[in-house]
């Protein structure tokens, strides 16, 4: 069973990640398309917290309730890279999810360009080859 939840997980993350890229794909966006790319990261990195975490549970690791255990855990098995970052993807979409003005979103937009997106992609590479 645990096997299966984070395979029926993922499909929502590829769901969650493909409207993510079409938000990114607009050029110069205007405050509503900024704020559509900062929702669809903040759903797409809630998905990949609890995707991580019900994998990480299916190959046998109990202690991951968090987003901070999942990504923790995720690095230390090597599932992901840039732990670093990870924690900072986090901290992002905490800090999102509380404070809305125009030069968070600014910041945050261009860290989901440059940083965010690409590992969020790369977390969806390795798991699809799990399939």
């Given at each position: ?5 984070w ?9 969650a ?23 669809f990261f903040e759903m797409?990195?809630e ?9 990480l549970?299916?190959q046998?690791?109990e ?13 230390e098995?090597?599932?992901i890279?840039?732990?670093?970052s ?11 999810v509380h404070?809305?003005d ?9 860290a989901?360009?440059e940083?965010y ?10 798991l699809?080859?799990?399939?």
């Amino acid at each position: 069973m645990k096997d299966i939840r984070w395979k029926q997980r993922f499909s929502n993350y590829e769901k969650a990640l493909r409207h993510l890229e079409e938000a990114l794909s607009v050029e110069n966006p205007d405050i509503i398309q900024k704020a559509g790319m900062v929702h669809f990261f903040e759903m797409t990195f809630e998905l990949s917290w609890k995707m991580l975490k019900d994998y990480l549970e299916a190959q046998g690791f109990e202690e991951v309730v968090s987003p901070r255990n999942a990504i923790k855990k995720a690095f230390e098995t090597s599932l992901i890279q840039d732990g670093h970052s990870w924690i900072q993807m986090l901290e992002n979409r905490n800090l999102t999810v509380h404070t809305y003005d125009e030069e968070t979103a600014d910041q945050v937009v261009a860290a989901i360009r440059e940083t965010y997106y690409p590992l969020l992609k790369e977390l969806y590479e390795k798991l699809k080859a799990e399939f």
